[in-house]
T-cell receptor, first 115, second 114 residues
């Protein structure tokens, strides 16, 4: 596609429910990143994929959060037993090679609200 | 570990005035530095990046930033603000080895007054 696509754009869920957030990166980009942005803050790193594997998942806050990228393209961020504190904007980005000096292209994000 | 500090969560300038958004970084190895802009209801867009070539970096929309190692700074400037520059601006750092994700500052919201 022309850019990074994230669906849904908005998600409201009840506390304790399971949610999945989808990211469709730019075609050909091997690196994919998930970030979380709370109101008034900058994005915080969650996980980085190089191809199909999670090269760095050190930003995942706890074991309720999990992400996959089974075919090296689309990625899904999964959150189990959601809590109100999980409410935030979840951003996905992709880059051509995942090197530190290459540009990351961001999607418009999924705004998750846990009620 | 690397970090970024953006001084001033809100900056207000008059249209036509100089824009100066401050960013200081901390990194134990030579960093790569970025400025991103976020317009309302849009994703982050890269304005410019420093990757150890020229210390004065020119970006889109008339913005530029200068890498100053001695001051550990990467301030963003634009000579003349336009109403369309009103947005949230984020400074970010990454390092060439290890984690390749970006570490962002907390952002500066720029208001441009007519």
């Amino acid at each position: 596609g022309a850019g990074v696509s994230q669906t849904p754009s908005n998600k409201v869920t009840e506390k304790g429910k399971y949610v999945e957030l989808r990211c469709d990166p730019i075609s050909g980009h091997t690196a994919l990143y998930w970030y979380r942005q709370s109101l008034g803050q900058g994005p915080e790193f969650l996980i980085y994929f190089q191809g199909t594997g999670a090269a760095d998942d050190s930003g995942l806050p706890n074991d309720r959060f999990f992400a996959v990228r089974p075919e090296g393209s689309v990625s899904t961020l999964k959150i189990q037993r959601t809590e109100r504190g999980d409410s935030a904007m979840y951003l996905c980005a992709s880059s051509l090679k995942g090197q530190g000096n290459t540009e990351a292209f961001f999607g418009q994000g999924t705004r998750l609200t846990v009620v | 570990a690397q970090s970024v500090t953006q001084l001033g969560s809100h900056v207000s300038v008059s249209e036509g005035a100089l824009v100066l958004l401050r960013c200081n970084y901390s990194s134990s190895v030579p960093p790569y530095l970025f400025w991103y802009v976020q317009y309302p209801n849009q994703g982050l867009q890269l304005l410019l990046k420093y990757t150890s070539a020229a210390t004065l970096v020119k970006g889109i929309n008339g913005f530029e930033a200068e890498f100053k190692k001695s001051e550990t700074s990467f301030h963003l400037t634009k000579p003349s603000a336009h109403m369309s520059d009103a947005a949230e601006y984020f400074c970010a750092v990454s390092v060439g080895t290890g984690r390749r994700a970006l570490t962002f500052g907390s952002g500066t919201r720029l208001q441009v007054q007519p």
